[in-house]
C-alpha cells in the first residue's frame, strides 16, 4: 500500500484526503477499516436479537415452524441466494479494480452489483406479494387462505408424536418441577381416526389433512417478515451507496492511493450477503 | 530556578496560539465543528439542561409522596397516569439523555484525545452526527412528551408498553436515535484508542481514565444495538401488530425483558466505568502519589464490561424465569462485584502515604467511595436469590440504584466536571462555595435515599402514585432530602456560572496532575497541543512540583536517569 | 465448599446473637415458613457488609487525616506502586465471600422455588386494577383468604398486563405474566391482616392495586369461602339481605376499581349518593337516577352520557358477567339495592321493584344441570366452558337458546345432522365441532353467510393446558344439545383436567 503511493506519484490525492488529526494515509486508512468492522459489529448485532427470537420461538414452539415454514417459496430462496452470491463477487471485483485503478472495470462491478440487488428485491416483493394474496401475515392480519396455497407437497411430513409433544415443553418442563399440568392427550381431529376432516381432504390440499394448523402460526410470519424486512433494508442502503461511490468514480476520486470508500462498502455488502446465508436456510430450509 | 523553565514555554504556548473557545466565535462555527472538544461542550451544555428537567421531574415526584393519597396527582386513574407518565419521563430523561451521554460523551470527548496526546477523535464528522443524533433523539422525545406523555416507565415493558395510549412509538424512535448516538461514540473512542496514540504512548502507559473509557465504549458498542433492535421490534409491534411481545399473539413478555436488560444492566457499566475512572484519577492527583496497582485497575475495568454483559437475567429472579437460570445469574451477579470491590481497595492504598490534598474534586471521590460503597453493597443484597423475592420492585431497588447511579456516576462526573472545569473553561470556580456544596449534597443525598432503602425492606413498592399510611415518615424524610439537593444543584449553578465570567485565570496545571492534558495550556488550542507531546510513564509525580510565584504546578526538567520506585 | 463452613457456622452465631433485632427494622417480622430462610440470608449479607462498609470508609477518613497535604506535608511519602499478593488477597477474600452468599442464597431460594406437595391450591387471577381469588370450592373473592399453617399454592395468570404478586408481610413475591401460568406458594405462620400489593407497574391504577390478605384459623378459613361461595348467603349460612348481595357483586365484578363508595372520584362517578339524584349530561340537562336509568346504565353503558365521563370506557357485558338472561335481573336489582344503601337521595323510584328485595331462597352458582347426554361429572367443564363462549365472544353470533342469528344456534346442534354446501350431510360430532371452531376455513356450512374467525389463538396452546379450553366449550355446547352423544362429546380423558377443582 505504501509503495503504492510512491509508484503511482498518487501522493497527491492520498494527502488530499488526509484528515488533519492523521499522520499518514495509511494510519488513516487503517482507523477507516477499523470503525467499518465494528460498525459491522453491530450491525450483525442488531440482526442477533432477531435470531435469537427465532430460536427462542423455534425451540418453544417447533411445531408452528414446521407447518409454517412449508409456504416460504424455497425456489425464489435460492435463486435470490444465487444473485446474493454473484453480486458479492462483482462488489470483490469492484475493490480490486478500484485498487489498481481500473476505472472502467470499476464502474462496470458496481453497477452489476446494483442490479444484483435490484433482483432481490424484485424477487422479495414478488414473495411478499405472495404471501399477501395467501393472507399469509404477522398478527391480527394473518389470515390464511389456504385453498391458495401451494404447499410443496414433497416436503410434507406426517408429524409424529413427538412433534405434537414438542409442543407442550413449557408445561413438561412445569411438570418436571413439581408443578401440576395438565394437558389434552386427544389426538387433533386432522390425523384422528375419523372426522370432517378427512372427508375434506382435496378441498384444502393435502398438506393441511397431513399436518394440522398449530395455534399461533403467525408468529412465524411475523419473524419471517422481519427478518427478510430488515435485510432488504440493508440491500437498500447498500444500493444507495453504491450509487453514491458510482458518482465518485466518476469524479476520478478513487485510485491506488485512496480507495477506503469503495473497500468499507464492499465489507459491508460482505456482511449483507452473509445474513443472508443464514436467513435463507434458517427460514426456507429447515423443517 | 524552576520558573526560568516554565516562564518560556508557558509564553510560548499562551502568546501565538489561541484557545478553542477563541479561535472563531461565530455560531456557525460552533455548530458544525469538528473540534471534539467543542462537540464535548455542546454536549456538556445540552445532558446539563437535560439534567435539570428531569431533576426538577425528581422533584414533582416527591412532592406527590409527602402524603400517602398523594399530595399533586390525587383522586383516580387521570391523575395516576399523571404521576406516572411523571416518574417515566424522569427515568427516560436521567438514564438515555444524562447518564449515558454524559460521562463518556461530554467529559469522554473532551477528554480522551487530550489524555491521549491526540489531536481529536478517529473520525470527527462522526463525532459531530452523533452529537446531532442525540439532539433528533432528545426532539422526538420531547414531542413525543408534548402529544402525549408516554407512561410505561423507562423499561417499556410489555405488554403494556403495547397497550398504552401514549405516544410510546415516538419516544422508542427518539431512545433508538440515542442508542445510535451512544454506539458512535464508542466506535469512535475504541478506533481512537487503537489508532491515535501517539509515540511512547502505550497500552499501559494510557492514563486509567482511558482504560475505562475504553471499556464502556466496548460495552456501547457491543450491547447497544440489541437495544436498537428490541425498540424496533417494539415499534413494529404498536405499528403493525406484530405480536413477538405480545401473549395474545401468541408472543412472549419475558422475551421483551431479556433483550431489554441484556442491554440496559452492561448499560449500567456505561454509567459507572467512566465514572471510576475519574475517580481514580481524582485520587491519584490529589493524592500527589502514583497510582496503586495500575494494571489491576485497568483489568478490572475490562473484567466489569465483560462479566456486566453475563448479569441481566438478575433482573429476572421473580418474573417466572426458571431456577436454573436465576442461579446462573445470580452466580455470575456475585463475580462482577470482586473488580469492583478491587479498584477501592487499590484507591484506598493510593491514598496510604500521600499528600491528600482535600480540593472539591477530591471530596467528590471520596463521597463516591462511600456512596458506591453502599451502593455495591445493597446490589450484592439484591444479586442474592431469596433476598431479592423480597427486595424486587420496592423502594429498595429505588435507593439501590440511585446510590449506584447518583451516588456513583453522577457524583464522580461532579468531581469530573470540577477537576477539569479549569483545563475546560480556563478558569478557577469558587473553592469554599464548592466544598459547601459538595458537603450538603453528601448529606441531603443519603437522607434522600437512605429511607427508601428502610422503606423498601419494609415492603413498599416501586412505582406507587399513591402509598400505605405506614410508610409516610420514610416519604417526609426522602423529600426533604430531595429538596436539599435542589438548593445544593442551584448553588453550584450559581458559582459554576459565576466562575465562567468572573472567574480568576487557570494556570495550566492547578492540582499538579501528571497526565498530558495538564501539559497543555488552559483552555487548550484547537490542535491540542503545540508539536507532538512528550508521553512518559503516567502518574509520576516527581516530575511535577508546585511554584507559589504563578500559583500552579510546573513540570521539571525530566531528569536523565529517573529513579523509578518498584 | 468445605473451608466455607467454619466462616459460615461464625456468622452464624453472629447474627443470632445480635442482629437479629437490627435485621427486622429492615424486613418484617417472619410471617411464613420460608422466611427465616430469607432473613438468615439478610442478616449474613448485614454483617458483612456494615463491616465492609466500617472498613473502608474507615480507612478513608483514617487516611484523610493523617496524610493529609499541609506546608509541611508537600510530598508523598515513598511506598509501593503495586503489590501482586496484596492484590490477590484482596480479590480472593471478596470473591470467597460472595461464593457464600450466593451459595446461602440459593439454598435459601430453592426453598422458596418448590411448593409442597400437599398444598391447597388457589387461582389467582390479576387484571387491571384488582385480584380474583378463587378457591379450590369454587368460591370467588377480593380477599385473599389464608389458612395458618397450611401450604398454600397459587396458581396465578394476568388477563392483560405484568403484575406482580407481593405480600411483604408473608415474604412471597412473583411476576404474573399474561400467557403464562406461573406458581408460587406461601405457608403462613402468622396471624392477621395484610396487604397483597402489585409490585410489576401495570398502569393508571398500579398504586391502587391491593387487596386485603387475611391469615386465619383453617375452620374459620373454610367457613370464610364457604360464605365467599355463595353470593345469596352470609358466613353464618343464613341468606343475606339483597344490598348485601350487591355490595358483594359491588367488590367480586371488578365494580369498585372504577366506582367509589365514599364520594371519592374515580375512573367512574361516584356510588355515594348517586341513587335517587340529578345527574349531570353532556351539553347540558339532567337526568333522575331512578331505578330504570340505574338498570339501563349497568346494562348499557354505551347508552350513557355522563358529563366528565367518556364512553367505552365502562365494560358493557356486564348482562354477561352477571350470568345471563335469566339470572342477571337480580344481581343488578341487588347491586341497586346497595347502591340506594350508600345514597341519601334514595326513594322508592330509585329502589328495586318490591318483589325484588326479598331475600332470595337459593341461587345455584353452576349452570342448571347439564341437558342431553352429558355425564354430571363434567358439570364443571360445562361451567368453565359457558365462561369461554363469554369471554371469546362466541356468544355474539350464536345464540344458545336456538333464536335465529347470524351464526348457527348451539341449541341442539352437538350431535345433529349438518348440511354442506356442496350438498353431504355430516355428523357434528367431537371431530366436527373442533375443525369448526380451529379451521373454520375448512368446513362450508350450507346456508352460512359469513365466514367465522379462527378462534385457535384465543382457545389452544400452552397458555390454556393445551385443549382444555376447548374442550370445556365443546363440553359446553354439548351441555346445549338433547342429541349431545358419546361421539359428540370430548373424550373422557379430557375430564380428569378440571378447571373449577378436584
Keep these: 500500500m505504501s509503495e503504492a503511493v510512491s509508484v503511482f506519484g498518487q501522493e497527491e490525492i492520498a494527502r488530499k484526503h488526509l484528515a488533519h488529526h492523521f499522520d499518514t494515509p495509511q494510519q488513516q486508512f487503517d482507523s477507516g477499516k477499523l470503525g467499518m468492522w465494528l460498525f459491522l459489529a453491530t450491525e450483525f448485532l442488531l440482526f442477533s436479537g432477531l435470531f435469537c427470537a427465532y430460536a427462542v420461538y423455534r425451540a418453544i414452539n417447533p411445531q408452528i415452524f414446521r407447518y409454517a415454514s412449508q409456504y416460504l417459496d424455497a425456489q425464489s430462496g435460492l435463486i435470490n441466494t444465487l444473485v446474493l452470491l454473484t453480486s458479492g463477487f462483482t462488489m470483490a471485483l469492484a475493490v480490486r479494480s478500484a485498487q489498481t485503478g481500473r476505472k472502467a472495470v470499476l464502474i462496470v462491478s458496481l453497477l452489476l452489483t446494483m442490479a444484483g440487488g435490484f433482483t432481490f428485491l424484485a424477487i422479495h416483493a414478488y414473495e411478499y406479494t405472495e404471501k399477501y394474496r395467501d393472507g399469509l401475515l404477522w398478527g391480527t392480519l394473518y389470515n390464511p387462505k389456504l385453498q391458495d396455497a401451494k404447499p410443496d407437497q414433497a416436503a410434507i411430513a406426517k408429524p409424529t408424536t413427538a412433534d405434537l409433544n414438542a409442543g407442550w415443553q413449557p408445561l413438561n418442563l412445569m411438570a418436571k418441577r413439581g408443578y401440576a399440568v395438565s394437558h389434552s392427550d386427544i389426538a387433533p381431529a386432522a390425523i384422528g381416526p375419523a372426522g370432517v376432516a378427512v372427508a375434506h381432504k382435496p378441498q384444502v390440499g393435502a398438506m393441511v389433512a397431513a399436518m394440522p394448523q398449530p395455534a399461533n402460526v403467525q408468529l412465524f410470519f411475523g419473524i419471517y417478515f422481519l427478518m427478510t424486512g430488515l435485510h432488504s433494508i440493508h440491500v437498500l442502503v447498500g444500493i444507495i451507496l453504491m450509487t453514491w461511490l458510482l458518482i465518485r468514480t466518476i469524479k476520478n476520486d478513487f485510485g491506488p492511493a485512496y480507495y477506503a470508500p469503495v473497500d468499507f462498502v464492499g465489507l459491508y455488502w460482505g456482511v449483507v450477503d452473509m445474513v443472508w446465508m443464514f436467513l435463507f436456510p434458517l427460514l426456507y430450509l429447515i423443517r | 530556578m524552576s520558573t526560568t523553565t516554565a516562564t518560556p514555554e508557558m509564553a510560548q504556548a499562551v502568546a501565538p496560539v489561541k484557545n478553542y473557545l477563541k479561535q472563531t466565535t461565530t455560531i456557525r462555527s460552533w455548530i458544525f465543528t469538528l473540534d471534539h472538544k467543542r462537540i464535548g461542550v455542546m454536549y456538556l451544555i445540552v445532558s446539563l439542561l437535560a439534567f435539570f428537567v428531569g431533576g426538577m421531574l425528581a422533584e414533582v415526584i416527591r412532592t406527590q409522596l409527602l402524603t400517602p393519597s398523594g399530595l399533586i396527582f390525587h383522586g383516580g386513574g387521570a391523575a395516576y397516569r399523571q404521576y406516572n407518565q411523571v416518574f417515566t419521563l424522569h427515568g427516560i430523561i436521567m438514564v438515555f439523555m444524562v447518564l449515558v451521554p454524559m460521562t463518556p460523551a461530554a467529559l469522554g470527548n473532551f477528554m480522551l484525545p487530550l489524555l491521549l496526546g491526540a489531536k481529536d477523535v478517529a473520525f470527527p464528522r462522526l463525532n459531530l452526527f452523533s452529537f446531532y443524533l442525540y439532539v433528533a433523539g432528545a426532539v422526538l422525545a420531547i414531542l413525543s412528551t408534548v402529544l402525549g406523555a408516554v407512561d410505561t416507565g423507562w423499561t417499556f415493558y410489555a405488554p403494556y408498553s403495547i397497550d398504552s395510549g401514549s405516544y410510546v412509538v415516538l419516544m422508542v424512535a427518539g431512545i433508538f436515535l440515542l442508542g445510535f448516538s451512544s454506539i458512535f461514540t464508542g466506535l469512535n473512542f475504541i478506533v481512537t484508542i487503537h489508532k491515535l496514540r501517539p509515540r511512547g504512548m502505550t497500552w499501559f502507559r494510557m492514563p486509567l481514565f482511558l482504560w475505562a473509557t475504553y471499556a464502556t465504549a466496548i460495552i456501547q458498542v457491543a450491547a447497544t444495538p440489541v437495544v436498537g433492535v428490541t425498540l424496533l421490534l417494539l415499534i413494529v409491534e404498536r405499528v403493525m401488530g406484530i405480536g413477538i411481545f405480545n401473549s395474545a399473539l401468541g408472543g412472549d413478555p419475558v422475551l421483551f425483558q431479556h433483550f431489554f436488560w441484556f442491554y440496559s444492566h452492561p448499560a449500567v457499566y456505561i454509567m459507572i466505568l467512566p465514572a471510576m475512572g475519574i475517580v481514580t484519577e481524582i485520587i491519584t492527583t490529589f493524592s500527589h502519589k502514583t497510582i496503586f496497582g495500575y494494571k489491576f485497575i485497568a483489568m478490572s475495568s475490562l473484567a466489569i464490561a465483560l462479566i456486566g454483559f453475563l448479569v441481566w437475567g438478575h433482573h429476572l429472579f421473580v418474573n417466572g424465569q426458571s431456577a436454573e437460570l436465576d442461579a446462573i445469574f445470580s452466580f455470575l451477579t456475585f463475580l462482577v462485584a470482586v473488580p469492583s470491590a478491587v479498584k477501592v481497595f487499590n484507591w484506598l492504598a493510593t491514598m496510604y502515604k500521600g499528600a491528600i490534598d482535600l480540593k472539591t474534586p477530591m471530596l467528590y471521590a471520596l463521597s463516591f467511595i462511600v456512596l458506591f460503597t453502599i451502593g455495591g453493597f445493597t446490589g450484592v443484597v439484591l444479586g442474592a436469590l431469596s433476598t431479592d423475592v423480597v427486595l424486587h420492585d420496592t423502594y429498595f431497588v429505588v435507593a439501590h440504584f440511585h446510590y449506584v447511579m447518583f451516588g456513583g456516576a453522577i457524583i464522580a462526573f461532579l468531581g469530573g466536571l470540577h477537576y477539569w472545569w479549569p483545563k475546560m473553561t480556563g478558569r478557577m470556580y469558587s473553592e469554599p462555595w464548592a466544598k459547601f456544596v459538595c458537603a450538603l449534597l453528601f448529606v441531603a443525598f443519603n437522607l434522600t435515599f437512605f429511607p427508601q432503602l428502610v422503606v423498601g425492606a419494609h415492603g413498599m413498592p416501586r412505582r406507587y402514585a399513591t402509598y400505605l399510611p405506614e410508610y409516610q415518615p420514610y416519604m417526609v424524610a426522602s423529600t426533604i432530602g430531595a429538596y436539599l439537593q435542589m438548593i445544593a444543584f442551584l448553588t453550584m449553578a450559581g458559582y459554576l456560572l459565576h466562575s465562567l465570567f468572573r472567574g480568576a485565570k487557570a494556570p495550566e496545571n492547578p492540582w499538579g496532575g501528571t497526565t498530558l492534558e495538564w501539559t497543555t495550556s488552559s483552555p487548550p488550542p484547537t490542535e491540542n497541543f503545540i508539536g507532538a507531546p512528550e508521553v512518559d510513564v503516567p502518574y509520576d509525580y516527581s516530575l511535577v512540583e508546585y511554584d507559589a510565584a504563578i500559583g500552579s504546578y510546573i513540570r521539571k526538567e525530566p531528569m536523565p536517569a529517573v529513579e523509578q520506585t518498584h | ?502
Design chain 3, 1 to 502: 465448599m468445605g473451608f466455607t463452613m467454619p466462616l459460615m457456622n461464625m456468622l452464624n452465631v453472629v447474627h443470632l446473637n445480635c442482629s437479629r433485632l437490627l435485621a427486622f427494622y429492615w424486613l418484617p417480622r417472619d410471617g411464613s415458613t420460608t422466611a427465616p430462610d430469607i432473613h438468615d440470608m439478610w442478616n449474613f449479607f448485614y454483617v458483612v457488609a456494615i463491616f465492609f462498609t466500617v472498613l473502608v470508609v474507615g480507612l478513608m477518613l483514617f487516611f484523610m487525616f493523617r496524610y493529609r497535604m499541609s506546608a509541611k506535608r508537600q510530598k508523598a511519602d515513598p511506598s509501593a506502586t503495586h503489590n501482586t499478593a496484596l492484590e490477590l488477597t484482596w480479590s480472593g477474600i471478596p470473591l470467597i465471600i460472595v461464593m457464600v452468599m450466593f451459595v446461602v442464597g440459593f439454598k435459601g431460594y430453592m426453598n422458596i422455588d418448590t411448593p409442597p406437595g400437599n398444598s391447597i391450591d388457589i387461582k389467582v387471577l390479576a387484571q387491571q386494577w384488582f385480584w380474583t381469588f378463587t378457591y379450590p370450592n369454587g368460591a370467588v373473592s377480593k380477599t385473599l383468604y389464608l389458612p395458618l399453617n397450611r401450604p398454600v399454592r397459587f396458581e396465578m395468570t394476568s388477563n392483560d398486563v405484568l403484575h406482580g404478586f407481593w405480600i411483604p408481610a408473608l415474604s412471597v413475591q412473583r411476576d404474573v405474566v399474561p400467557g403464562r401460568i406461573i406458581t408460587t406458594w406461601v405457608d403462613a405462620t402468622r396471624l392477621g391482616t395484610f396487604h397483597l400489593q402489585c409490585s410489576e407497574y401495570c398502569g393508571d391504577g398500579h398504586s391502587r392495586m391491593i387487596s386485603p390478605v387475611i391469615v386465619e384459623s383453617y375452620s374459620k378459613y373454610l367457613a370464610d369461602i364457604k360464605a365467599a361461595a355463595n353470593l345469596w348467603v352470609g358466613a353464618d349460612g343464613k341468606a343475606l339481605p339483597l344490598p348485601k348481595v350487591g355490595e358483594k357483586l359491588y367488590n367480586l365484578k371488578g365494580c369498585s376499581s372504577c366506582h367509589t363508595v365514599n364520594g371519592a372520584p374515580g375512573t367512574g362517578p361516584t356510588w355515594r349518593n348517586l341513587a335517587g339524584s340529578q345527574v349531570k349530561l353532556n351539553g347540558g340537562g339532567t337526568v333522575t337516577a331512578n331505578y330504570a336509568y340505574l338498570k339501563h346504565a349497568i346494562m348499557n353503558p354505551d347508552h350513557l352520557n355522563v358529563q366528565g365521563y367518556a364512553k367505552g370506557v365502562m365494560p358493557d357485558n356486564y348482562v354477561e358477567q352477571l350470568g345471563g338472561k335469566g339470572k342477571y335481573e337480580r344481581k343488578i336489582n341487588a347491586i341497586i339495592a346497595y347502591m340506594n344503601t350508600i345514597s341519601k337521595h334514595s326513594n322508592s323510584a330509585s329502589m328495586p321493584p318490591a318483589g325484588a328485595t326479598a331475600p332470595a331462597t337459593s341461587a345455584p352458582a353452576a349452570a342448571a344441570p347439564p341437558a342431553g347426554g352429558v355425564p354430571k361429572v363434567a358439570a364443571a367443564h360445562v361451567a368453565a366452558g359457558k365462561k369461554v363462549a363469554m369471554t371469546v365472544g362466541c356468544t355474539a353470533c350464536h345464540s344458545v337458546n336456538g333464536t335465529p342469528s347470524v351464526c348457527p344456534t348451539w341449541q341442539n346442534l352437538a350431535g345433529s345432522k349438518v348440511k354442506l354446501k356442496d350438498g353431504k350431510t355430516v355428523v357434528a360430532d367431537y371431530d366436527f365441532l373442533r375443525t369448526m371452531i380451529l379451521q373454520p376455513g375448512k368446513i362450508n356450512v350450507a346456508g352460512a353467510t359469513m365466514q367465522m374467525p379462527n378462534m385457535s389463538a384465543a382457545l389452544v396452546g400452552p397458555q390454556y393446558h393445551g385443549d382444555q379450553r376447548l374442550n370445556d366449550l365443546i363440553w359446553y355446547i354439548n351441555s346445549l344439545s338433547k342429541r349431545s352423544n358419546k361421539a359428540s362429546q370430548p373424550p373422557q380423558s379430557s375430564l380428569h383436567s378440571t378447571g373449577g377443582g378436584k
